[in-house]
DNA sequence: CTTACCACTTACTTTTCGTAACTAACTATA
DNA sequence: TATAGTTAGTTACGAAAAGTAAGTGGTAAG
């Protein structure tokens, strides 16, 4: 896939906070640490895919993993400051579909 | 597909505006009306999605559709006030992009 | 009569997504 | 000992969406 030539950085924000479920897993987030099943059951999302979505925030520095060795294990989610800094725009997001959806 | 059960309306939002290119392309009509082709020049979609694209837009009420009938003919997409309420949103995934990417 | 312009369509391939079943590690129950 | 139950994934496969390239229709200039 190519890129926008206008402005990559925001580009690159719409191709990684765009794709399917993205917003949905960050407004979760932005709730507190999540365990991967609280995420799972929040939304119609499969557990194949979610597993993608959180390695690819992980990857980008915008979630990070925490394992708990219980029984069963326990993995928690957490934003990082990076992903804390998306929460001005979900709200944003949270207010124009409230106003006109 | 089904729905969140968390917020139907953000849910819908993130499903509409978080389709591949949506931000893009509304972030290219915020800077004011554009024709067809500057809209597809100024990123690498296609004509066959980006037509796609502004049909749903126009769907929602988002964009409005301007015929010209110049020649060669003019087609203007322009933002609604339902569209220009995602100005906020856009400009802090922007705003993010620049601080973290 | 050919070329060019714009705004799309159509046909076809590749990538992504959705669904469901399966795994690993451990515990609790019978 | 065997069976079932827990969480956090992974795997396999068909369906849907996206990418690519060529074609269409209307007009006019050369």
């Given at each position: 896939?190519?890129?926008?030539?206008?402005?990559?950085?925001?580009?690159?924000?719409?191709?990684?906070?765009?794709?399917?479920?993205?917003?949905?897993?960050?407004?979760?987030?932005l709730d507190g640490p999540?365990?991967?099943?609280?995420?799972?059951?929040?939304?119609?999302?499969?557990?194949?895919?979610l597993s993608e979505r959180?390695?690819?925030?992980?990857?980008?520095?915008?979630?990070?993993?925490?394992?708990?060795?219980?029984?069963?294990?326990?993995?928690?989610?957490?934003?990082?400051?990076?992903?804390?800094?998306?929460k001005g725009a979900i709200?944003?997001?949270?207010?124009?579909?409230?106003?006109?959806?």
């Open positions: 896939m190519k890129e926008s030539a206008l402005c990559p950085r925001l580009a690159k924000s719409m191709d990684l906070i765009g794709k399917r479920w993205m917003g949905l897993i960050l407004y979760q987030l999540q365990r991967f099943n609280e995420i799972e059951s929040s939304m119609p999302i499969s557990g194949r895919l959180l390695k690819e925030l992980e990857k980008e520095g915008i979630v990070e993993r925490h394992v708990y060795t219980e029984v069963p294990v326990r993995v928690e989610y957490t934003l990082t400051e990076k992903g804390q800094g998306l709200d944003e997001i949270e207010n124009w579909s409230k106003r006109w959806l």
